[in-house]
């Protein structure tokens, strides 16, 4: 078959699309290569070997750890896009309260929308024209596809017969058996307005191809967020409002008026429901599912399943990624009602946990804090703590954490973040992480309960709003303990869970104290990585104490891995032992045995990270402050004494020297400096 001309706005696309121009494909294909063509590292998280998306790590607002349920939904779209069972299931994250649920299908849907606007990746829809001309449609000139179907959906179902349509595609566009076997592995069948419209184009155009053709425009798919188009978000309503018509669409009013046809299926308007607008390679985004009243679930149900709108026995194939959020409580009450578990067959759940990582819950921390310039209620600058981060975020991941026989929590904590944990390894963790997720209760599990990213942002709330924030100008970093103590009373209802993160801030405050006691070296010292040098030149000399070159000077000759240099360092073996009592080792087996444990940490650590400086190491790095801060500076008494009696005139001396180094090299401010040292005076929260 061969047509005279070939000039229709239809020929100009599928030679486009010949041409790889313009790309046919369906949601899930379009979302698999937009995340498998970014960059993919391979990383280590708790024990484990996972990948890394980087789609995922940009913008200025990215999602911040998820490494497991990342991994989980893009095996799931690939899965989907390579023709598998998920393509007839929905993704479903089930978790606490503020982890991210949301934020993470938001972030997924906002990427897609960029990915589709570049040239090449673009959404083509159709509309047919003159449509008043047919003489049954009143005064509507012009019919979109009510779900933004692809024009290569029409190609496919030009004509009736599929071996005269493939014929077609194959003679007039040009396309090869192979690539019309390619096309036909999205085919489905036009949406009923759309069959019934071209229907009656072919009636009136007495079945002339060309003709028919000539009553056909391409125009892209609208990208506008706001519309809900490609990207739509379906929140879940209170009983009395909510009906399937938010969902499929109704009987339209307005085209009643003109469509003389009452069988005419264009009498629907699908663009009502939320499901049409995306239905052209889009996705579909339900929050909180199972909020839902029954009768919408089912709804869903039936999308899920047959990827279709189904009003009135009329149907339209839609193509979809549909993914939906509910917390715990809901699913578990969802759960508990039998004969709903069809729908529950039909979804694959992501069970989403809380971070757990403290070095990554900084950059969460970060967005509670706000990037912006914080101000007191009266208008002036408020100054931000270096020590509120931290503080912050190891409280809060150190409420997510769940108690083990195996492990502390600090310990727990450590390795979550992948640091040394002393004689513990990564491999106890995750035999302590496999124990957890055998548990059937969901919130059992590792991570899935705890302080989540809302309560850590009541707690910078009530940080910032009381008086003493206000009046010094600071949010010093021991206050947001008492706001989170206070959001621990007032929202977290459960007893045992209270008592438990109440527990947890006090772990978390010595933790706090340990930090205080480093800083404090630092600014003594007058230099901002000061301890950092002494913990180094500790490893260094355990290092070079049984190097063959030490000469009867003890000086010992290394190349610096960080610099490439090479270094002269005096093995101080009074310095070593100082630290090593301060470690409770008390025995030659002891001592050796923990110098052969930092030796292998070296060896294993700084082949992978030349910056890596043994900071992690608490215990090691408390020793050293311990003999640097309590005996070095013994000359009137401890550090402590000196800056608490500042009757003398040398004390008065060093407590403004080290207030000088706070403020000029350690980023704090008059309020936090004073405060810092006044706390660093006490005996709280010693251990």
Request: aromatic share 10%; glycine share 6%.
């Amino acid at each position: 078959m061969a047509t005279k001309k070939m000039n229709s706005a239809l020929h100009h696309h599928m030679f486009e699309l010949k041409a790889a121009n313009r790309c046919f494909e369906n949601a899930f294909q379009g979302v698999a290569r937009m995340i498998l063509d970014s960059d993919i590292d391979k990383v280590t998280v708790n024990g484990k070997s996972t990948y890394d998306f980087s789609i995922f790590r940009k913008g200025k607002k990215h999602v911040i750890g998820m490494y497991d349920e990342i991994n989980s939904f893009v095996s799931y779209v690939k899965d989907a896009s390579e023709g598998g069972s998920s393509k007839e299931m929905a993704y479903v994250l089930v978790g606490e309260p503020g982890n991210g649920k949301t934020f993470f299908v938001e972030f997924v849907c906002e990427q897609y929308r960029h990915f589709l606007s570049q040239e090449g990746n673009r959404k083509y829809t159709f509309r047919f024209k003159g449509m008043d001309k047919l003489g049954s449609y009143g005064r509507i000139a012009t019919v979109e596809s009510q779900t933004y179907e692809d024009p290569a959906i029409l190609a496919m179902n030009l004509f009736e017969n599929r071996v005269e349509n493939k014929e077609y595609l194959g003679t007039v566009f040009g396309f090869s058996d192979s690539e019309i076997e390619l096309l036909y592995e999205n085919y489905r069948p036009l949406g009923a307005c759309s069959a019934y419209i071209w229907n009656d184009i072919r009636n009136f155009s007495d079945g002339d191809i060309d003709n028919m053709l000539k009553l056909v425009e391409i125009f892209p798919v609208p990208l506008t967020e706001s519309l809900g188009t490609v990207t739509g978000k379906y929140p879940a309503k209170d009983k009395i409002t909510s009906s399937a018509v938010d969902l499929l669409g109704e009987e339209s009013i307005q085209r009643l008026l003109h469509i003389i046809d009452t069988n005419n299926p264009y009498r629907f308007d699908l663009r009502r429901g939320a499901l049409a607008r995306v239905a052209g390679g889009g996705i579909h985004f339900s929050d909180e599912i199972f909020k839902n009243k029954k009768d919408l679930v089912q709804v869903y149900l039936g999308v899920i399943q047959n990827r279709n709108i189904e009003i009135d026995g009329f149907k339209w194939p839609i193509d979809s990624l549909i993914v939906a959020t509910s917390n715990n409580s809901e699913f578990n009450r969802f759960l508990e009602e039998k004969e709903e578990a069809p729908i529950v067959d039909r979804c694959r759940i992501s069970y989403i946990s809380h971070n757990t990582n403290y070095r990554l819950q900084k950059d969460l921390t970060n967005y509670a804090i706000g990037s912006d310039v914080r101000t007191t209620l009266m208008r002036e600058l408020l100054h931000q703590d270096p020590n509120l981060n931290y503080a912050a975020s190891a409280a809060a991941v150190m409420t997510r954490l769940p108690r083990s026989e195996k492990l502390t929590p600090i310990e727990t904590m450590k390795l979550a973040a992948g640091e040394v944990a002393g004689e513990k390894s990564i491999k106890t963790l995750s035999e302590v992480i496999d124990t957890l997720n055998q548990n059937p209760d969901i919130t059992k599990r590792f991570g899935q309960k705890g302080l989540g990213q809302r309560n850590l942002g009541r707690s910078i709330q009530l940080l910032i709003e009381s008086s003493e924030t206000n009046e010094g100008r600071c949010m010093f970093a021991y206050d947001i303990y008492k706001a989170l103590e206070r959001v621990i009373l007032d929202y977290v209802t459960d007893a045992n869970d209270r008592s438990k993160y109440l527990e947890d801030l006090k772990t978390a405050k010595g933790l706090y104290r340990e930090r205080i006691m480093t800083e404090m070296f630092n600014a003594y010292m007058d230099e901002p990585l000061a301890i950092r040098k002494d913990v180094l030149n500790y490893v260094n000399m355990i290092i070079g104490i049984d190097a063959e070159n030490l000469g009867v000077d003890k000086m010992w000759k290394y190349k610096d891995p960080q610099t490439g240099e090479l270094k002269a360092l005096k093995v101080d073996e009074r310095y070593i032992k100082s630290v090593e009592e301060r470690l409770g080792l008390k025995t030659e087996e002891q001592r050796e045995s923990f110098r052969t444990s930092i030796r292998k940490i070296y060896g294993q650590k700084i082949s992978v990270d030349p910056d890596y400086d043994f900071m992690d190491n608490l215990e090691l790095v408390k020793a050293v402050t311990d003999v640097r801060l309590k005996s070095d500076i013994a000359g009137a008494g401890s550090l402590i004494g000196a800056l608490a009696n500042r009757t003398n005139e040398e004390n008065q001396k060093l407590y403004d020297r080290m207030i000088d180094t706070m403020l000029n090299k350690l980023g704090y401010c008059r309020t936090c400096a004073q405060k810092t040292i006044e706390y660093f005076c006490t005996q709280e929260d010693e251990k």
